[in-house]
């Protein structure tokens, strides 16, 4: 049985008309790129056998047309991102994911090779990719209060997409996408707020706790911190969009209350241009 979330990201990339899509980069052909050690699900005849027998381990050869189409995938799954402040909107977790396995439905049909940003989960072709994807994106969520990305696994010269609240550690995100750029990786950024963390609507006595419980601030008078608030995710905000410009990188604010195609047609022109 196929997760319910592959389903509504088939019907979520269905929505977006987009023209074709494919490999651009000029000058990349079928040289060999690198070695990586085999994970599950590598095909034995994509396993380098002579390079294998020197070591304990199997190892597949990369190519560098196939790391100039690959696209890996992080999606925060900290505890940060279960939070709605409505019953009625998703949680920034169900949307980020909903929008990240969109996004690889029509990478991968586009000819792409999509995966995570961990070794675990390779860039690969196919709809059993997909599966495997989806598969990951219902794993319950960590356990820490904010999440930092993953990069040790970006093949170089491929292409990358990040999507959290980044409300976490800062410092975090730029040594991510500081490494990944120095491996020649592009990409994306996507921060997911809840229209409640936007506009701070609280007065009176309100207690602010993290979601694990962790963090806890109460006060009586709410109302007076809504303009530091709002000044510091206007500083993290631009924080984020400087760090993208200076790493090649791109940087864009969905928030749950919108329509998700709108972020699902920005991801996808953002990898487009990048190709």
């Known amino acids: ?18 023209g074709a899509h494919g490999r651009r980069q000029a000058g990349l052909g079928d040289e060999f790129w690198q070695y990586r050690p085999a994970t599950a699900g590598d095909e034995a005849r994509a396993i380098d056998w002579r390079r294998s027998g020197r070591a304990d381990a199997h190892f597949v050869r990369e190519r560098e047309w196939q790391a100039a189409q690959s696209v890996h995938l992080w999606v925060d799954d900290a505890r940060s991102m279960e939070f709605t402040g409505d019953e009625g909107r998703p949680t920034k977790a169900d949307r980020a994911r909903l929008l990240a396995l969109a996004l690889g439905v029509l990478l991968i049909r586009a000819g792409e090779r999509v995966g995570m940003a961990d070794p675990e989960i390779p860039p690969r072709a196919g709809e059993v990719q997909l599966v495997r994807l989806a598969t990951r994106f219902t794993a319950d969520a960590g356990e820490a209060d904010y999440g930092a990305p993953v990069g040790r696994a970006l093949l170089p010269q491929s292409r990358a997409v990040f999507i959290s609240d980044f409300l976490g550690d800062p410092a975090a995100v730029e040594a991510a996408l500081t490494q990944a750029s120095d491996r020649g990786v592009t990409g994306a950024l996507l921060q997911v707020l809840d229209p409640v963390e936007e506009a701070f609507p609280y007065q009176g006595r309100t207690i602010f706790e993290s979601m694990t419980g962790g963090l806890m601030h109460e006060t009586r008078k709410a109302g007076d911190l809504r303009g530091r608030y709002l000044e510091r995710l206007a500083e993290r905000k631009a924080q984020l969009q400087t760090l993208a410009q200076r790493t090649g990188w791109q940087y864009h604010c969905h928030h749950t209350g919108d329509p998700a195609p709108g972020a699902l047609l920005w991801l996808y022109h953002a990898m487009e241009r990048m190709a």
């Open 1 to 18: 049985m196929l997760p319910p979330l592959l389903a509504a990201a088939r019907q979520l990339a269905a929505t977006v008309q987009l």
